[in-house]
């Protein structure tokens, strides 16, 4: 995603998080996306706390590279949203599905397994 592409996806999600219930998961797919800049980083931040203002009580990321798995990581811990998300990489991690499902569900937390 580049940073017009952030803007839409935060545009998006504003309009579609008008309509939610007062508290909600999400699994968020991202293997696809490459590392941020500053810029792009700052707009995920300040997406994600749209999510976190909307309801979102836990939420399940999954990304397809090392870096960029510490790089949301770090992000989260920044911007505070840690508590409630985490982050999955699937290239290493086979069975990162159930382990996303089971942090969402039941708050099993796949950092401490």
Same mark, same amino acid.
Request: proline share 4%; hydrophobic share 35%.
């Given at each position: 995603m580049d940073e017009e592409e952030l803007h839409e996806w935060i545009d998006d999600s504003q309009a579609t998080l008008q309509d939610s219930?007062?508290?909600f998961g999400? =699994?968020?797919?991202?293997?696809?996306?490459? =590392? =941020?800049?500053?810029?792009?980083q700052q707009l995920m931040r300040d997406g994600q706390q749209h999510y976190q203002d909307a309801g979102m009580v836990r939420?399940?990321?999954? =990304?397809?590279?090392?870096i960029l798995t510490?790089?949301?990581r770090r992000l989260a811990k920044e911007s505070g949203i840690y508590d409630w998300?985490?982050?999955l990489?699937?290239?290493?991690?086979d069975d990162?599905?159930?382990?996303a499902v089971d942090w969402l569900v039941?708050?099993?937390?796949?950092?401490?397994?």
């Open positions: 219930p007062d508290e999400v =699994l968020v797919d991202m293997r696809d996306l490459k =590392l =941020l800049n500053d810029d792009e939420s399940s990321v999954i =990304l397809d590279s090392a510490l790089q949301f998300e985490r982050y990489n699937a290239g290493t991690t990162w599905h159930q382990q039941d708050e099993i937390d796949p950092d401490y397994q």
